[in-house]
C-alpha cells in the first residue's frame, strides 16, 4: 500500500445506484465485486467482473479514485498513480 495526494481526498459522492453496478444492472449482467467513484457516486463493477465498469468509468471520465463498494471493506484505488491506500 502506498499513497498519493489523490487518496487523501475525503470528499465522497453519494452512490448514484446503491443496489448495484449502473452498467450491469442496466444490460442484466453480473457482477463480482463493486467499486464506487468518490468523485460522482457511480458504482460500477471490478475487473474480475465480465463489464469491468469500475475501469470503464475511469477511461471515460478520469476520476482517479474508487473505493471498495463491498460490506466491511474500506479501501481505496488510485487509477492514476496505481496505488492502494485506506
Same mark, same amino acid.
Given at each position: 500500500?502506498?499513497? !498519493?495526494? $489523490? *487518496? *487523501? @481526498?475525503?470528499?465522497?459522492?453519494? +452512490? =448514484?445506484?446503491?443496489?448495484? !453496478? &449502473?452498467? %450491469? =444492472?442496466? =444490460?442484466?449482467?453480473?457482477? @463480482? $465485486?463493486?467499486?464506487? %467513484?468518490?468523485? %460522482?457516486?457511480?458504482?460500477g463493477c471490478c475487473d /474480475?467482473?465480465?463489464?469491468?465498469?469500475?475501469? +470503464?468509468?475511469?477511461?471515460?471520465? /478520469?476520476h482517479p479514485v474508487v473505493? /471498495?463498494?463491498?460490506?466491511?471493506?474500506?479501501?481505496?484505488? !488510485?487509477?492514476?498513480? &496505481?496505488?492502494?491506500? &485506506?
Amino acid at each position: 500500500m502506498g499513497s !498519493c495526494e $489523490h *487518496l *487523501l @481526498v475525503t470528499a465522497e459522492a453519494d +452512490a =448514484l445506484t446503491p443496489e448495484g !453496478c &449502473q452498467e %450491469c =444492472l442496466n =444490460l442484466g449482467m453480473h457482477w @463480482v $465485486h463493486l467499486r464506487k %467513484c468518490l468523485t %460522482c457516486g457511480h458504482i460500477g463493477c471490478c475487473d /474480475s467482473s465480465p463489464g469491468k465498469h469500475a475501469t +470503464a468509468h475511469y477511461k471515460e471520465t /478520469s476520476h482517479p479514485v474508487v473505493r /471498495s463498494y463491498e460490506p466491511g471493506e474500506n479501501w481505496r484505488w !488510485c487509477y492514476l498513480d &496505481q496505488r492502494l491506500g &485506506q
